[in-house]
T-cell receptor, first 112, second 113 residues
């Protein structure tokens, strides 16, 4: 099975509402969970990350939550704006012999 | 922030030809990666490279693919010969360690005709 599963694949929200993207991972040794935003024609860029010593992290309208027992982590964008429209990738890594694994991405569309 | 440079940004070649994609990773990074992305879809892992050797490669990393970083210069992905299905954007990335942030280059759009 996939190391990291990401849902939904497409998310359409109204401007000003919140958006949530959920990921699960297989490897219980994972301890680093970055989120990347990729705008059309651009490269993926890190927007926020969380390590396993934390359950919640917030920065500039982004919140990430980590539930290690459930092997689940999520990104929440509060007060979405059209500029938030992009592809978002979650990822997990943390075993010293194991590379980072990406989810399949979520296409977020924020409608004005 | 740290920059990964990729050259060229766009390459158009005929099927069967050889192509080399070049990547200049962040200077103090030790791990290097190639990912393949077909328009707006998922980032597909091809290969990672450390200490002069391939660490891991995926099923997408066909026999026609090879990577190297001679003498600490560009980290390169060579495809010989190319096939139509190789058309995609190829992203190079680097990181300090396996459990560190990946920094991506701007990508090379490869068009195989």
């Amino acid at each position: 099975g996939e190391q990291v599963e990401q849902l939904p694949s497409i998310l359409r929200v109204q401007e000003g509402s919140s958006a949530s993207i959920n990921c699960t991972y297989e490897n219980s040794a994972s301890n680093y969970f970055p989120w990347y935003k990729q705008e059309p024609g651009e490269n993926p860029k890190l927007i926020i990350d969380i390590r396993s010593n934390m359950e919640r992290k917030q920065t500039q309208g982004l919140i990430v939550l980590l539930d290690k027992k459930a092997k689940r982590f999520s990104l929440h964008i509060t007060d979405t704006q059209p500029g938030d429209s992009a592809m978002y990738f979650c990822a997990a890594s943390g075993n010293s012999n194991n590379r980072i694994f990406f989810g399949d991405g979520t296409q977020l569309v924020v409608k004005p | 922030g740290p920059k990964v440079l990729q050259i060229p940004s766009h390459q158009i070649i005929d099927m069967g030809q050889m192509v080399t994609l070049n990547c200049d990773p962040v200077s103090n990074h030790l791990y290097f990666y190639w990912y393949k992305q077909i328009l707006g879809q998922q980032m597909e892992f091809l290969v990672n490279f450390y200490n002069g050797k391939v660490m891991e490669k995926s099923k997408l990393f066909k026999d026609q693919f090879s990577v190297e970083r001679p003498d600490g210069s560009y980290f390169t992905l060579k495809i010989q010969p190319t096939a139509l299905e190789d058309s995609a954007v190829y992203f190079c990335a680097s990181s300090r360690g396996l459990v560190n942030t990946l920094y991506f280059g701007a990508g090379t759009r490869l068009s195989v005709l």
